[in-house]
């Protein structure tokens, strides 16, 4: 995979050069709420900009339907974001590839830096048609000499700008990319143990690849959040109304039984924070729970967090760890009433002295909304799904694409 320092050394003064960022930040009422992935790219754009390119930057955000411009997934507060953090003024164009992002980019001089509108607006950049995908990646084409894929959090999805565009232009990784994979292969070759990884999040679905193949390679495995009341479940306990996937049960089984086979220890909550109703998440509103062993959930209850047993628990077995990898928050940490287990997640991994990785999303989210010093971690991931699909072993199409 060629580097950016490669192609800066081939010389970028004067080049249109199209960087593929993932600036799919989150937004309230049109503010960025967390602006991680933007400061994650900054260094490639920055560099690139220093050394006389002409930086077009774009990105997805959110999941528009495809058919245009639709306001609330605009790109506008990310370009005015990075124009913050570069200190420049950061061009906007209000489309893709029409006559706003080609006036856009011939108006750029040496140095400067544009950002054009949400790729996912154009149906192409998405497309199940390869034709589709390749229409629009020819049109981005136009836009660029040359091609920096700097956007991790799409890589391991086969889009136009991820996939097909770099074929199309003299190509090589950004400085986040290549951050990203040489953390992830410190996480699947020559792991440092004992290897402990912590799955959250809300459905079991989403994480049963992952654990499928960490099975063979984790020392532990601690379960929490939403997908944790499906394992509960498959031991024979009653999860009251709490989120359970059925249709998962008879899987789960089986990576318990091959969980005990391998010598992995596969840890659940032995306690949890219960209550009738989902709290307030806007209004903040105090909220009424009880905590529960975990096989005692009231048939009326759900759980929302791992209880304070199950966070001594888990911080233990974090302790002695050689590298750690979390993915997934342990309870509803929007709100302060359940943010408790996820805060000591977090606090057990600044603790350590293991090789920290945080896996993106919204655990990533959760750390800098919980108030902890980024610093203090191994690394941030800013790709969720993208990392879990490489620690499943899969091959990412953005990434093979870059190494073409």
């Known amino acids: ?12 003064a004067g080049k249109r050069v199209f960087v593929r960022a993932d600036l799919n930040v989150p937004l309230k009422e049109g503010v960025i709420t967390d602006d991680g992935r933007i400061r994650a ?57 029409g006559s706003s992002a080609r006036e856009t980019v011939a108006a750029l001089a ?14 192409g950049e998405t497309s199940k048609d390869e034709a589709e995908r390749v229409a629009f990646a020819e049109q981005l084409a136009e836009l660029a000499d040359l091609y920096v894929g700097d956007g991790f959090g799409a890589v391991h999805r086969k889009h136009a700008s991820v996939f097909d565009l770099p074929k199309l232009l003299p190509h090589a990784a950004g400085y986040l990319i290549a951050t990203e994979v040489g953390v992830l292969k410190k ?56 989120l359970l996937q059925k249709d998962q049960v008879d899987t789960v089984k089986e990576y318990m039984a091959r969980a005990e086979k391998n010598g992995v220890e596969l840890i659940l909550p032995v306690d949890i924070l219960a209550s ?27 759980g929302l967090d791992i209880g304070p047993k199950t966070r001594e628990l888990y911080a233990s077995k974090i302790a002695d ?52 010093d980024e610093n203090a971690f191994g690394h ?5 799904g993208a990392s879990l699909e490489y620690l499943e072993g899969k091959t990412l199409p953005g990434l093979a694409a870059l190494e073409g």
Do not use: C
């Open 41 to 97: 790219v900054q260094p490639t754009i920055a560099k690139l900009a220093e050394a006389g390119a002409r930086v077009v930057v774009a990105s997805h955000l959110g999941r528009p339907k495809g058919t245009g411009t639709e306001p609330d997934f605009s790109l506008a507060p990310a370009a005015k974001r990075l124009g913050e953090l570069l200190g420049a003024e950061v061009a906007f164009a209000t489309d893709t590839v």
């Open 1 to 12: 995979m060629k580097t950016i320092d490669e192609l800066l050394a081939d010389g970028v």
């Open 380 to 384: 941030i991931s800013t790709g969720g």
């Open 110 to 123: 040496d140095g400067q830096v544009a950002v054009i509108e949400n790729l996912r607006f154009n149906a």
């Open 276 to 302: 009738a109703d989902f709290p307030d998440l806007k209004g903040g509103t105090p909220a009424v729970f009880e905590t529960v062993a975990a096989d005692k959930i009231p048939a009326d209850k759900e």
């Open 187 to 242: 996480l699947t070759a020559d792991v440092k143990r004992p290897y402990v990884v912590v799955l959250g999040g809300a459905k079991v679905s989403d994480k049963l690849a992952v654990i499928d193949e960490l099975l063979g390679k984790a020392d532990r495995i601690l379960i929490g959040g939403g997908m944790a009341y499906t394992f509960l479940h498959a031991k024979g306990y009653e999860v009251g109304i709490s």
């Open 321 to 372: 760890a050689e590298t750690v990898f979390w993915n997934g928050p342990v309870g509803v940490f929007e709100h302060p009433d359940y943010a408790n287990g996820t805060r000591a997640i977090a606090q057990a991994l600044v603790d350590s002295d293991a090789f920290t990785v945080v896996g993106g999303g919204d655990s990533a989210a959760a750390v800098r909304i919980l108030g902890f």
